[in-house]
């Protein structure tokens, strides 16, 4: 095979047909840190090619492309690859919209649309049947099947009618825990074609894909789009492999993509959470219709199943993970939330993530099994959230900011009663009387030599409702932290003053 390269954001690389935007906000050297590092996959025979993109809020930053993508040229963002069971997140979106509109709930069960699960012995007595619920958090019991359920795609409605009828084995009791299961996301997809009068493909097609204008997403081969062949390693050498075509199991994997069409179904789902701290008044943006609601997205995006030992990714086993609906969702210490998902095909591996705080994301494809691709992804996207500040918290309340001021009166006027009950709800005299208080903020104040009038020099949140800052002293730092009540009057539940070192000059 000859290798080529094609790339966005490295010098020197020559840019496809329809360019992303410039990267104005994300490091030239990290890109093309990123770029290298799928390029010496790529080198080292990892796969005939790898591809990659780099999106925000905004669009696609920059991509790349390396290798042979089958035809002897070098992959673009418009190469299509299968994404495997980056597929699972179009399926959950199809349940939701249609639960959306009333004609489904996500805790019936799967026999209410799929009979033929009534033949499936269940694995206790008293075990319940799996609900479309468990089915989209892959807690409904079932063992994981990668390699068996790769290869059954095209298989016809009435032949997994007949596999349901077999019966099938339990690893657990529905609704105990989280095994990955694609039969579960096959079972989905017969409930969106029974739900919606439509094949599973038509009704993801035409009620997501194409008002989302994701014109290189299909579930076969798109019209008019290069394509990257599927490859595996033999004795010698790279052999092509079929595409299997669709079928039952369409819903666990089906769908072929391009960069620039997963990178913008992930920016659409991580837009879910544009503007939403609750102390913005801007809603969940999204140009254009959204098929959709913001909410949805975000509870697609929300760890509903722990995953013991994290998403097993390297470097990641000690990140705490779970399992939303069609996504893993993980918690970094620094970035907070981070949403991925992968896909692995005969001849395929596809991979995507973004943080929900900031939206930057990656998508990475390679056309070769068991690549690994999302190996890398999660690198070059720890590139990216480490060259970039960490996300601002929410901002605090406006009702948090006038609770501060009155403290700062509280304090200045020696602790008054009549004025502490204005300010705290009866707990904090509780928990503490104002006596001890009184003299306990005196001291305080004494020891830092604190001007209250001054602006604080620090401030710190762990929410909205929380406030923590530091008057400045001709001695110390005076540290002041409040936190509210969950009611509407913003009274202080939680009041602490102490003196702290100033730092040296």
């Avoid at 790898?50 to 993508?69: E, I, K, M, P």
């Avoid at 032949?159 to 989905?188: E, I, Q, W």
């Avoid at 017969?190 to 993801?204: N, T």
């Amino acid at each position: 095979m000859t290798s080529a390269s094609s790339s966005d954001a490295a010098p020197g690389g020559a840019a496809s047909a329809r360019a992303p935007r410039p990267a104005d906000r994300l490091p030239a050297d990290v890109l093309s840190r990123i770029d290298d590092l799928f390029r010496q996959r790529v080198e080292r025979g990892v796969a005939p090619s790898s591809a990659w993109g780099v999106f925000d809020r905004q669009g696609l930053v920059a991509s790349g492309g390396h290798g042979d993508r089958g035809d002897g040229r070098a992959p673009d963002h418009d190469t299509a690859y299968r994404i495997a069971s980056c597929t699972k997140s179009v399926t959950a979106a199809a349940l939701l919209l249609l639960a959306e509109r009333g004609l489904l709930d996500l805790d019936d069960p799967v026999t209410a649309f799929v009979p033929a699960f009534a033949s499936v012995a269940l694995p206790r007595p008293d075990a319940p049947v799996p609900t479309l619920r468990m089915l989209l958090t892959m807690s409904a019991g079932f063992p994981t099947d990668d390699p068996w359920a790769d290869r059954q795609e095209s298989l016809s409605d009435d032949a997994f009618d007949g596999v349901l009828r077999g019966g099938l084995l339990f690893d657990r009791v529905p609704g105990t825990g989280f095994a990955y299961s694609n039969l579960g996301y096959a079972l989905l997809g017969r409930v969106v074609a029974r739900v919606s009068g439509r094949p599973y493909q038509r009704f993801a097609t035409e009620e997501l894909l194409d008002p989302l204008g994701l014109t290189r997403t299909a579930f076969t081969a798109p019209d008019g789009a290069a394509l990257a062949s599927g490859y595996r390693s033999g004795p010698d050498g790279w052999e092509r492999l079929p595409f299997s075509g669709p079928g039952a199991f369409s819903s666990i994997g089906g769908l072929f993509s391009t960069v620039t069409d997963l990178a913008a179904w992930a920016r659409f789902l991580a837009a879910a959470f544009d503007g939403i701290g609750v102390g913005t008044t801007g809603a969940a943006a999204w140009s254009g219709s959204a098929p959709l609601s913001a909410a949805d997205r975000r509870a697609m995006q929300q760890a509903s199943r722990t995953i013991a030992g994290g998403t097993g990714l390297p470097g990641l086993r000690d990140r705490p993970a779970g399992y939303g609906f069609g996504l893993f969702v993980e918690q970094d210490p620094v970035v907070g939330t981070i949403v991925s998902h992968s896909g692995g095909y005969p001849g395929f591996s596809a991979h995507m993530r973004w943080s929900t705080a900031d939206g930057v994301g990656v998508v990475a494809f390679e056309n070769a099994t068991g690549a690994r691709v999302p190996m890398a992804a999660t690198e070059a996207h720890d590139l990216l959230l480490s060259a970039r500040p960490a996300p601002p918290a929410d901002p605090v309340l406006d009702v948090t900011r006038r609770a501060q001021a009155a403290v700062t009166r509280l304090l200045a006027d020696g602790f008054p009663d009549d004025l502490a009950d204005a300010v705290c709800t009866p707990n904090v005299a509780m928990d503490v009387p104002y006596e001890r208080r009184r003299a306990a903020v005196r001291e305080a104040l004494s020891a830092s030599g604190a001007d209250l009038a001054a602006r604080p020099v620090r401030e710190e949140t762990r929410s909205p409702t929380h406030l923590v800052w530091w008057h400045p002293g001709s001695t110390g730092l005076l540290r002041v932290e409040i936190r509210l009540a969950p009611i509407a009057a913003g009274l202080v539940q939680t009041l602490t003053v102490r003196v702290e070192d100033a730092p040296p000059v």
